[in-house]
């Protein structure tokens, strides 16, 4: 099986910036596309940024230019670089990865427990 686990979550000031790092674990024998997504209280979930295994990115409108996502093959992370952050950034924020798992060679999608951010104007 493979595991997601978030980290870099906490609370920031408006202006603000925050690292959540996402690392995945188990039978991997590679990972296609990790993304970030997010979800405030009464609200969809909804993606944040993406990456693909070719280094390809997208960002949602809402946070381009603020956000950085990249990722670590060779650690089987992903990261979020998140400056100037604004209180309606507020969320938990979810790691997705769509992994080839090494004990049948089959993608299948994993999603993190999740981490709180939290943004104080």
């Known amino acids: 099986q493979v595991r997601l686990v978030e980290s870099g979550g906490g609370l920031v000031q408006a202006g603000g910036s925050l690292r959540l790092s996402c690392a995945a674990s188990?039978?991997?024998?590679?990972?296609?596309?990790m993304g970030w997504y997010r979800q405030a209280p009464g609200k969809q979930r909804e993606l944040v940024a993406r990456i693909t295994g070719g280094g390809s990115t997208n960002y949602a409108d809402s946070v381009k230019g603020r956000f950085t996502i990249s990722r670590d093959n060779a650690k089987n992370t992903v990261y979020l670089q998140m400056n100037s952050l604004k209180p309606e950034d507020t969320a938990v924020y979810y790691c997705?990865?769509?992994?080839?798992?090494?004990?049948?060679?089959?993608?299948?999608?994993?999603w993190g427990q999740g981490t709180q951010v939290t943004v104080s104007s």
């Open positions: 997705h990865s769509n992994v080839i798992g090494s004990t049948n060679l089959r993608a299948y999608d994993y």
């Open positions: 188990g039978s991997i024998f590679s990972i296609n596309a």
